[in-house]
């Protein structure tokens, strides 16, 4: 045995091995077609999707170009489904509602879930118990909601009178005015909401480092300062995020006016939503609806773009 062989290769035997041309050339992995195989796979639900999603959307674009009741044969009337719903005198009306309800709910429904968030995250021994108690709205259908909530108004025997009749108020008309509905109904909004979005606000606290608020608390900072200068720009780009959603859900209310207060009294909790379905399905004009239906998505499209410019500088610091 030699000492070549003792002691392994050769330093010039290693330099011959890695010269240009004689390194090991890596294994090509076989091509199993799992890219087609995936797409295949996920055909079932992009044409599950596409004809329950997008075609009803390309089918209503169509319709506001034409004159139709769903049963005689449409007419192609090109913008004058536009024109007239336009013209409708209770457009203007429908959409001064559909402002103060976004408001109202924007004013009353997005800070509250935050205070509810900040103050759940808190507790120690309870905080399951009111976790539970916070989403047990969003549980409940809308329908049911609604309607329990109608007889919670009730002027004679409801519930929010007979509270109120223990420390002498009242009894109030919630719904009976026109300066009362559309309040009341924003915070029955709120209540069906705030579950939902507490959750999300939890959620997000959880995550945020611990090393923040142990820092905060070394140099002196009281709760008021911590929570201003470290919990809410942790929640900066979760809460631009919820106020655009929030902002999109209550320009586009419906079932509430619609089963507590069909759009009354005097039409004032009238909305767009619902001044669509009035001119589909009580006046039977399809044509007009879409071409509603297309002016909304419109301007909900054009809003969230503007609110998605505007807020991108602060969602990144």
């Keep these: ?25 890596p294994k090509r992995r076989r091509s199993n077609g799992f890219g087609w195989w995936g797409l295949v796979f996920l055909l079932p639900a992009l044409l ?85 108690l916070v989403y047990l709205p969003v ?57 939902g979005i507490v959750l999300l606000y939890l959620a997000a606290l959880s995550s945020v480092p611990t090393e923040l608020y142990e820092a905060a608390e070394v140099d002196g900072a009281s709760i008021r300062s911590r929570v201003w200068h470290v919990t809410l720009p942790q929640l900066r780009g979760l809460m631009l995020v919820l106020l655009l959603l929030q902002i999109i859900g209550t320009l586009q209310i419906f079932t509430e006016p619609f089963v507590m207060t069909a759009g009354g009294p005097e039409n004032s909790t009238i909305t767009v939503l619902y001044l669509i379905y009035r001119n589909a399905f009580v006046s039977g004009d399809f044509g007009s609806a879409a071409a509603l239906s297309v002016l909304l998505a419109l301007v909900l499209a054009v809003l969230s773009a503007v609110y998605l410019r505007l807020t991108r500088r602060w969602s990144k610091t």
């Design 139 to 195: 549980v409940i259908p809308p329908v049911v909601s609604v309607l329990l909530w109608k007889f919670f108004y009730d002027p004679d025997h409801g519930l929010f009178n007979a509270a109120l009749g223990v420390i002498g108020i009242g009894p109030l008309s919630w719904l009976q005015t026109s300066g009362g509905a559309l309040p009341s109904l924003v915070l029955l909004i709120v209540w069906e909401s705030a579950g």
């Design 48 to 132: 599950c999707f596409g004809y329950f999603s997008w075609w009803p959307i390309l089918r209503g674009l169509a319709l506001s170009f034409q004159q139709t009741n769903l049963v005689d044969p449409a007419v192609w009337v090109g913008l004058e489904n536009f024109r007239r719903v336009l013209d409708d005198p209770l457009l203007a009306t429908a959409v001064v509602n559909t402002l103060k309800f976004g408001l109202l709910a924007v004013v009353i429904g997005f800070p509250l879930p935050v205070v509810l968030a900040l103050a759940m995250s808190e507790l120690r021994r309870l905080g399951g118990v009111f976790r539970v």
């Design 1 to 25: 045995m030699t000492l070549t062989t003792l002691r392994g290769s050769a330093p010039g035997d290693a330099a011959v091995s890695r010269a240009p041309g004689n390194e090991p050339q």
